[in-house]
């Protein structure tokens, strides 16, 4: 396969805050349609790999590919740490904000149903800060949904939901999946996604480490964790 | 993504010390000549002859803000690391002579018009320059990430070369009571070429200070954009 | 031109949502009003010659908290990166926010101006003209106003450096509102002010393309 072809396409991918690499030499291909799993502990690089892929960070080294073209603005929906979301104004006129800029039907008509689909029909014309953080996600799942790129980037998906929600998260994803989305998660979920994905990447320090099938993912976790201790005894 | 990686040059280093050296020499026969070869001016006696040292800093602190622009420009049009680097240099050189202008003209305003500042519009035209591109410098130091430094530096640097000209028309309508720009034409020529070698000699003074000052900004750049070490022994193995 | 809308919509829907902001911008310009006159003293008469000036200084000192606030909403929680991970166009988010920003500071300059003539009665005739001069003036200050706020908010000095990159280049744009203000309050026999109207035309037309076209730079990463 050529590297336009894939969904995305990644070589020695590199990102540097200030003087230390959060990113230092990522390959990564994606073919369209599928699901990535991208796992490891905190700083190791995952959030960074997905603001990259979705263009809001530059990278600082190597080469990145969308769809075989280097403009990655608009085609590939984030789910990140940060809502996007604007605090003053309600759930509903976020929404709207985003479907006007989209050129897409901005009435309260044609926004209600998704509201209702991440379960905050109810809420809709209450203000931003006065959501909890289980919310404010739904609320930015529903934007990225509004959005409606080939790409969905999901970052700690399960974060800040509570554990309820987490077979609803599960079904969000299937039904990315059934749209023939390619979807990229970063998750310490290892073993619930193991299933609902087809590939894995692991990364520790801003490096891949490993990568293969989803479904080898939590035993290549257990490995690293293993190696792990075994540096901090030895 | 990022085209080239400035590298230090030790030949522009050797080279930029020969430039001192010869505007050390220029500046040297030129105030000697305005000091002690040139006639005292018709009305303002010996006071004047600061201007040999005046102009050409006023002409050289313009050149260097000029340069700046360009520096600018080029970058965000080529993203080529070295016009960073220049920018930088040419920015910090700008800001030095137009500081230099303003010391000047204070203490040729005070003689001749018993006030130490007189909002003449080339004189103050500077000092508004001057606290903008300090601003700038500001900017730079308060900014670590080397892209972002570079590109806000470059952005500002445009927008304030921008004002320059409706800066010095505004002080002129403001403030219609000034003496007319003097050109050389209208001077004597043994009082004129003092003045031409100064302003050369200012010119390479500003050269090799850029230069000296860009190839330390090499120096840094190198270092913030260092690609990452070499990996460590993680791999656990698997596919690849 | 439809994302610029778009902008725009979102900017007046924030705007108005903090709109408790606004008037305390105002309260601070009239505050500032009140203080600059202390530092000439009880005489009347100076204190008229100066009320076009003073009333200047006094917004551009509150435009700067305006501005601020005005980035402020989009990084909370990066909206604005997030409208740009969308594919918005820079330049339409840039001449959205800097359109509400030159509203929100004529409104602001609009609401100083009785608290000006209460303090310092300058004459009453040219009031009208004196709005055009404050649209004007406002324009002149938001745009380099909005591209500065914009640079400033993400760095770690922001409150120092906004009036520090700004200030200085609105030495014209303040010139020229000054002089053609107070040529319009106490009184214009030679018709000057139109000149200096026709300065700040000069100055928007400098910089509402100039920082449209530099915005993009910017706000990316």
Not at chain 1, 181 to 199: F, M, N, P, W, Y
Not at chain 3, 214 to 219: A, R
Request: net charge positive.
């Amino acid at each position: 396969m050529s590297e336009n072809s894939f969904a995305i396409y990644a070589r020695g991918l590199s990102k540097r805050y200030g003087r230390s690499w959060a990113l230092a030499g990522v390959d990564l291909c994606v073919e369209a349609g599928r699901a990535l799993v991208v796992a490891g502990r905190n700083g190791s690089g995952k959030s960074t790999l997905l603001r990259l892929l979705a263009g809001s960070l530059r990278p600082d080294q190597g080469e990145l590919r969308i769809f075989g073209d280097e403009r990655r603005k608009g085609r590939a929906a984030l789910v990140a740490h940060a809502a996007f979301l604007y605090e003053t104004l309600t759930g509903l006129e976020n929404l709207q904000v985003v479907a006007r800029f989209l050129h897409k039907p901005s009435g309260r008509a044609d926004l209600e149903p998704l509201l209702d689909r991440v379960g905050l029909a109810k809420r809709g014309d209450d203000p931003v800060q006065s959501y909890s953080a289980g919310m404010r996600k739904r609320l930015s799942i529903a934007r990225a949904l509004l959005q409606d790129a080939p790409i969905v980037l999901l970052d700690e998906p399960y974060g800040q939901i509570d554990p309820p929600g987490f077979a609803w998260i599960d079904a969000l994803i299937g039904q990315l999946r059934a749209q023939g989305k390619t979807v990229v998660l970063a998750s310490h979920q290892v073993e619930r996604l193991a299933g609902l994905c087809d590939r894995a990447l692991l990364l520790e320090s801003g490096r891949a480490v490993w990568s293969g099938s989803a479904a080898e993912l939590p035993a290549a976790f257990a490995r690293l964790e293993g190696q792990r201790r075994e540096r901090m005894a030895g | 993504m990022d085209t080239h990686l400035p590298a230090y040059s030790p030949k522009a280093v050797k080279r930029a010390w020969l430039a001192l050296a010869g505007a050390l020499g220029l500046l040297a026969i030129g105030t000697t000549n305005g000091l002690f070869v040139a006639p005292p001016e018709h009305y303002m006696g010996d006071v004047y002859r600061i201007l040999y040292i005046h102009v050409p800093t006023a002409w050289n602190a313009m050149l260097a803000l000029t340069f700046a622009f360009f520096s600018a420009l080029a970058f965000l049009w080529k993203n080529d690391w070295a016009w960073d680097a220049r920018l930088e240099a040419f920015v910090e050189t700008g800001v030095l002579l137009s500081l230099l202008l303003c010391v000047q003209g204070s203490i040729w305003a005070k003689p001749t018009w018993g006030v130490w500042w007189d909002w003449d519009p080339r004189l103050t035209t500077t000092a508004v320059m001057l606290v903008a591109f300090v601003g700038i410098l500001a900017l730079r130091h308060f900014v670590d990430d080397p892209r972002r430094r570079a590109v806000w530096s470059a952005v500002a640097t445009i927008v304030a070369y921008a004002s320059v000209p409706i800066v010095y028309f505004s002080v002129q309508w403001w403030n219609s009571l000034h003496q007319l720009q003097s050109s050389p034409k209208t001077v004597d020529a043994v009082m004129v070429t003092p003045l031409r070698i100064n302003a050369f000699g200012m010119l390479l003074l500003l050269l090799a200070f850029s230069s000296l000052r860009s190839q330390l900004a090499r120096r840094r750049l190198a270092r913030e954009l260092a690609p990452p070490p070499a990996a460590a022994s993680l791999a656990l193995g698997g596919e690849g | 031109m439809n994302q610029v809308i778009a902008a725009l919509r979102k900017e007046l829907l924030l705007g108005w949502r903090g709109r408790a902001q606004a008037m305390a911008v105002i309260v601070f310009g009239s505050t500032l009003l009140l203080l600059l006159s202390f530092a000439v003293g009880p005489n009347a008469t100076a204190l008229r010659q100066l009320s076009g000036g003073f009333l200047w200084v006094s917004l551009l000192f509150a435009s700067t908290l305006s501005l601020a606030e005005s980035f402020r909403q989009e990084r909370e929680q990066r909206a604005l990166e997030g409208l740009l991970l969308l594919g918005a166009h820079p330049a339409a988010l840039f001449y959205g926010k800097a359109l509400a920003n030159w509203l929100q500071l004529f409104v602001v300059g609009a609401a100083l101006v009785p608290v000006m003539i209460v303090l310092y009665d300058p004459g009453l005739s040219g009031i009208g003209r004196l709005l055009g001069v404050l649209a004007l003036g406002t324009a002149a200050l938001s745009a380099p106003g909005t591209l500065h706020a914009g640079l400033a908010a993400q760095v770690r000095a922001q409150q120092v450096l906004l009036p520090l990159l700004l200030f200085p280049l609105m030495v014209p744009v303040l010139i020229a509102s000054v002089r053609a203000s107070s040529l319009l309050l106490l009184g214009d026999p030679m018709g000057q002010a139109a000149s200096w109207a026709l300065l700040l035309v000069a100055c928007n037309g400098i910089f509402w393309p100039l920082c449209g076209l530099l915005f993009g730079y910017v706000i990316e990463e």
